[in-house]
């Protein structure tokens, strides 16, 4: 086994890991040398490229938002039911963006509108590398993105586009293990994600097809107080109405502040980090009969945009909102269809033939996605894991200065940059 890493991982609470598997092309180059001068085995962007490649902040940012409620909409949809949903956008486009810097043709165009419609690869990577030193930059919370790479002895060895392998690792800070995919390796990799999650996520795997060629997982683990803990006599007993219409008991947080959101739709408050860099978004609807699951369907990025650009601190916002722990699973092959990457799923039509192989031999069978978040008088903790396996072919105004945003029924929220209000973790809370 041969395995190269960087030091770059920071051990924190709140969590999130993105994995890709890839199952295909028959045996190892005889000469056991590195195809890098086959040209079916080369990346279609230069990789060399992205780090030098400036891009639209205010646009990406926006091809964001576009994505991150897309992919919630489409998620509330595929999950049913009104249980607690949350995703973290930002792990699944890192580590799709790992598979998107080795695809071709269609596969690449629809991995890049995915989350950058019309755009350049180039720039979606230069994107997706920002965000990642961003996260691994962030100061007074614990915040950092880790990517591990597991690729299987048997199956790929060295048939693998070292230009690939170099990008990945150099762009992504991506350890590298070449190794048997066996009983042993799984254990390897289960402990890596949940030593890389803060130890929020176990047994990610169950077990290691030993069919499949390469692993990709993406950690992005989030740890934050808040920037002014809730004060003791502010933290008391209530009732939670749930998305079913049945209450339930639970510790609330409250506090007054003055950042204070109405929209159409919503209205809601924003609660600080330590430093400041990121926050705690509240979104209530203002439909009390809708769950949350509901409202998050049919809340567009248009629809957000209207939400944060309501901003204002003319009032004294009396919040309130329940301490709650989710946990949310979901194979989600049809919610990335759904939302327009659909030839990555089927054998033949998919090209990934700039990670290795040839076109059409490797294709998306699986992506799973789970993510936990404990909010609580402290702060807040929140994981993700999101588990890609690749296969071989064979409104009403108040006239007083108060405003009231009362979360003791369903709501939406996001975690998210304050400068760029662009969420890294966004979910629902239907039940405590």
């Not at 030091?7 to 000469?31: E, F, V």
């Not at 809708?290 to 945009?305: I, L, P, Q, R």
């Not at 007083?400 to 929220?413: G, K, L, T």
């Amino acid at each position: 086994m041969k395995t190269f890493t960087k030091k770059h991982i920071k051990a924190l609470t709140g969590i999130m890991a993105a994995s890709l598997l890839l199952s295909g092309c028959t045996g190892r180059n005889p000469s056991g040398n590195r195809l890098t001068d086959d040209p079916a085995i080369k990346a279609e962007i230069d990789l060399a490229k992205v780090k030098k490649t400036d891009y639209d902040s205010a646009l990406m940012d926006s091809e964001y938002n576009r994505y991150t409620f897309a992919l919630l909409s489409q998620t509330v949809k595929d999950s049913g039911g009104d249980g607690n949903v949350m995703v973290s956008p930002a792990s699944i486009m890192i580590a799709l963006d790992m598979v998107a810097a080795g695809a071709k043709k269609d596969s690449l165009r629809q991995l890049t509108d995915l989350f950058a419609e019309g755009q350049d690869p180039l720039l979606q990577q230069a994107y997706a590398a920002a965000l990642m030193d961003k996260i691994n930059s962030a100061k007074d919370v614990d915040f950092a993105c880790a990517n591990a790479v597991w690729n299987n002895s048997r199956l790929l060895g060295d048939k693998v586009n070292t230009r690939y392998v170099d990008y990945i690792h150099e762009t992504f800070l991506a350890e590298y293990t070449v190794t048997e995919f066996n009983q042993k390796t799984c254990d390897e990799i289960n402990r890596w994600i949940y030593d890389h999650t803060d130890k929020k996520i176990s047994n990610m795997l169950d077990e290691l097809n030993p069919d499949t060629a390469m692993l990709l997982v993406n950690a992005i683990t989030f740890d934050g107080k808040w920037d002014e803990p809730y004060e003791k006599d502010k933290v008391n007993d209530g009732e939670f109405t749930a998305s079913d219409g049945h209450t339930q008991n639970a510790v609330f947080l409250s506090e007054t502040s003055n950042v204070y959101f109405e929209s159409d739709k919503a209205t809601g408050f924003m609660k600080n980090y330590k430093g400041g860099e990121y926050a705690f978004l509240a979104i209530l609807p203002k439909d009390a009969s809708v769950s949350a699951n509901g409202f998050a369907k049919d809340f567009t990025s248009a629809d957000y945009e209207a939400f944060i650009k309501s901003r204002t601190t003319e009032y004294n916002v009396h919040s309130r909102m329940p301490e709650f722990k989710s946990d949310f699973k979901l194979l989600m092959n049809d919610t990335v269809a759904n939302l327009g990457a659909r030839n990555i799923f089927e054998p033949g039509l998919a090209d990934f033939s700039g990670i290795a192989c040839t076109p059409g031999e490797l294709y998306v069978s699986k992506i799973l996605h789970q993510t936990h978040i404990e909010v609580d008088a402290k702060g807040t903790k929140a994981s993700a894991a999101t588990v890609v396996s690749m296969a071989k072919n064979a409104s009403f105004e108040d006239p007083s200065n108060d405003r009231y945003v009362n979360c003791d029924r369903p709501y939406m929220y996001a975690i998210v940059d304050t400068k760029t209000m662009t969420p890294v973790f966004i979910g629902t809370v239907n039940g405590v």
